[in-house]
């Protein structure tokens, strides 16, 4: 299976990012199996980047994952459900949160989903409203590699620039 890590430079040694709150499924190495979304994150983080003076390109990282799931701890969110917004808001709310996974698989809450995840986690929506409001959006996939063990599985392939690919 091939990954995908949308980023401003290349990431051939993948690391665990442990000092960004408000990750979906704490810390981890996030990659997702569809390559437009990592082309959309590579440019907003490159334009982000631009805006404070930083520079950098939109670069998509390729990744292979022979998915030897026998070695490792797997939760695969397959939609968003209670399970998986308990989760969210665990490791969005909670500065340190640690899961036993090795890997958490599901949905990636967008701005969209993070508006809702935020609604719940300030007490103004019920879980099973906001259940009900995510039916209704289109929700991409992320991996999230959560140990060294699991970032050991894969194998880095090479990156290109997307912005090249849009002039």
């Known amino acids: 299976m091939i990954l995908y890590h949308g980023s401003t430079v290349e990431v051939s040694m993948p690391k665990i990012i442990t000092s960004e709150l408000g990750r979906d499924f704490g810390s981890a190495f996030y990659t997702t199996d569809i390559k437009e979304q990592a082309e959309r994150w590579a440019r907003r983080r490159a334009m982000?980047?631009?805006?404070?003076?930083?520079?950098?390109?939109?670069?998509?990282?390729?990744?292979?994952?022979?998915?030897?799931?026998?070695?490792?701890?797997?939760?695969?969110?397959?939609?968003?459900?209670?399970?998986?917004?308990?989760?969210?808001?665990?490791?969005?709310?909670?500065?340190?949160?640690?899961?036993?996974?090795?890997?958490?698989?599901?949905?990636?809450?967008?701005?969209?989903?993070?508006?809702?995840?935020?609604?719940?986690?300030?007490?103004?929506?019920?879980?099973?409203?906001?259940?009900e409001r995510l039916k209704f959006e289109k929700i991409n996939n992320q991996i999230a590699f959560c140990t060294n063990k699991a970032l050991s599985e894969l194998k880095y392939c090479g990156y290109y620039d997307c912005e090249e690919m849009t002039k």
């Open 48 to 131: 982000i980047n631009r805006k404070r003076g930083l520079g950098g390109i939109a670069i998509v990282n390729e990744y292979e994952w022979n998915r030897d799931i026998s070695r490792l701890i797997i939760m695969e969110f397959k939609e968003a459900s209670f399970e998986w917004l308990d989760m969210v808001v665990k490791c969005r709310s909670t500065p340190g949160y640690k899961h036993n996974f090795d890997i958490v698989m599901g949905k990636i809450a967008n701005d969209n989903v993070g508006e809702t995840v935020t609604y719940v986690i300030q007490g103004i929506m019920r879980k099973e409203d906001a259940i």
